[in-house]
């Protein structure tokens, strides 16, 4: 999800994925489908740091009278293990976040990535709220330190962030 922070591609699946559950099993009106995500990503990023990120969600689609998809919302954690080939060295960062998608955008709340090094200090802060559109990733509002998906300088700040993790 980016894997963590790959949160657009992520986040749309983690939406595909939400909606695919609720309309694929038959629904009773005014119910709730409960269900979980359970998956693992691994990104190599541009200084060879190997990120394996375990996504785990606990989630519950809303349904109304008729039956009809109301909205989801997710409880995602993600737990990266980042590995640098070189040495071996590991360093282990567990984000925790709330998605919502209903009225045609998805809302993220909480920490998305949060990178401290103890003596280092904070190297990635993006935590806050993010509303955006799911079909382009365009941010319709966003609260300070959220990195957007349009913002065409985060993947540069995610990478910086991390490859300065086992400096």
Known sequence: MR?????????????????????AAPVAANSQLRFTIDDTSVLTHSCGVVETTRIYGRGTAS???????????????????FTDPATG??????????????????TMRGQGAFIRLGGEGV?????????????????????????????PDAAAKVEAAVCSMFD
């Open 3 to 23: 894997p963590r922070f790959a949160r657009a591609v992520g986040l749309s699946g983690v939406a595909g994925l939400c909606l695919a559950a609720a309309l």
């Open 63 to 81: 349904f109304d009278v008729d039956g009809t998809w109301v909205g989801t919302a997710i409880h995602l954690t993600y737990t990266g293990i």
């Open 89 to 106: 060295r590991t360093i282990t960062q567990v984000d925790h976040q709330n998605v919502t998608e209903a009225d045609g955008v998805i």
């Open 123 to 151: 190297l990635l802060h993006d935590v806050g709220r993010l509303v955006f559109d799911p079909s382009d990733g365009s941010t319709v509002s966003a609260t300070p330190k959220v990195l957007t998906f349009d913002d």
